[in-house]
């Protein structure tokens, strides 16, 4: 209950905020947002040790530009579908969504008509979700489904594909790993930097364009200055190539990622590349790089899961690197592992917050690292 509204209150936009899970600030202006944003990075910093830390202002990205949502899905007793994220408070129950405004219009026009189709499809029994990834080709669909759908549901997805305009459709168990193409009707394709790549189902983007850009600004500010085109730079947890291919402009890039779909599409895409990205899969879990494998790069950049790189960072504290460029997504996991490059005696050079998780507690940042005074 609100007994006397802040200065800084706004009306939030969406009719859903408050049930939906989705968003937490919608009622923040804009102003004090994005300094709450930043405050939350310095605080990461501050708690690893590192004191007065060089925090750029929040880089906040706009309404309606998410690609990626994982939505749940519930079928209810008579029949009709709940789609959207999960409840506020009660991850049971699923808000339905009428519209979203941190996700691209075109997402959220598949609400309606998604729902209608998986209301008629038997495979879908009780509870699933569904991946939606805006690609360059346009919507890649991922379903997860608590039955397996036959010829007669591989018709009608490969129809429903077909009139939305979707370029594929895939599926799996809830608890499955390995994702099957069900209807595919035109390729899938992801550019970076010019680089053409096939994402597996479900592959992992960046939440928002403009937020993959400025991140890629802020990487590519805080490499070591004198590189050639000789130069080495270690990338850890590539991905798809989202950073793999800007940092081949000015560096040969060896990439390690341990998704095996993931590097399978990565190593393809620089093959026809040139060759300036070399694409490795390895578990930088269970084999972090060592401080002897590190000697042949000028600098490293690493973009970990949620749950950050805490089995790499000792290497990379003691090792010579000349910078060190960590992508965080993830506020609690960048405070421990930025205290083990402390007791390693690196320094910030620069720390940027970066909010495409918009309206959310959840941030962003690139934090440059360099070793001496």
């Given amino acids: ?53 060089p925090v750029a202002a929040t880089e906040v990205t706009p309404p309606a530009t998410r690609r990626r949502a994982d939505l749940a899905l519930k079928r209810r007793p008579d029949g009709s579908v709940a789609l959207g994220f999960h409840a506020r408070g009660d991850s049971a129950r699923v808000e339905d969504l009428s519209t979203c405004h941190v996700l691209d219009p075109r997402l959220v026009a598949l609400f309606e008509p998604l729902r209608a189709m998986l209301r008629s499809l038997a495979c879908f029994r009780k509870e699933g979700s569904a991946m939606l990834n805006l690609l360059d080709s346009g919507p890649d669909l991922l379903l997860r ?17 077909q009139a939305h305009r979707i370029s594929r459709i895939s599926g799996s168990s809830l608890k499955g790993l390995v994702a099957e193409t069900l209807a595919q009707v035109s390729p899938v394709a992801m550019q970076f930097a010019g680089v053409s790549v ?34 080495r730079i270690a990338e850890l947890h590539a991905g798809l190539g989202t950073l793999s291919f800007p940092l081949s402009a000015v560096a040969r890039v060896a990439a390690y990622e341990g998704a095996p779909e993931t590097v399978a599409a990565l190593d393809a895409a620089a093959r026809k590349a040139g060759g300036r990205v070399v694409a490795t899969k390895r578990d930088l879990v269970r084999q972090p790089l060592s401080p002897k494998e590190l000697e042949a790069f000028a600098g490293l950049v690493l973009d970990p899961p949620f749950s950050g790189a805490v089995e790499q960072m000792p290497a990379l504290a003691r090792s010579s690197l000349g910078r060190i460029v960590y992508v965080s997504c993830n506020p609690a996991a960048l405070t421990r592992d930025a205290k083990t490059l402390l007791g390693g005696g690196w320094r910030i050079e620069a720390a940027t917050p970066i909010d495409q998780f918009l309206w959310s507690a959840q941030l962003e940042a690139v934090v440059v690292f360099a070793k001496g005074k």
Wanted: one cysteine or more.
């Fill in 1 to 53: 209950m609100v007994l006397t509204p802040s200065p800084d209150r706004v009306d939030p936009p969406c009719p859903h905020y408050g049930p939906c899970g989705g968003c937490v600030t919608q009622h923040l202006a804009l102003g004090p947002y994005s300094i709450w944003k930043r405050a939350r990075l310095i605080e990461a910093l501050e708690r690893a040790g590192f004191r007065d830390p």
């Fill in 145 to 161: 489904l608590d039955g397996t759908p036959g010829v007669q549901e591989r018709t009608a997805l490969a129809a429903f594909a």
């Fill in 198 to 231: 096939t994402p597996p189902a479900g592959a992992f983007l960046q939440a928002t364009p403009q937020g993959e850009a400025a991140i890629i600004r802020a990487v590519l500010a805080g490499l070591p200055k004198k590189l050639t085109n000789k130069s």
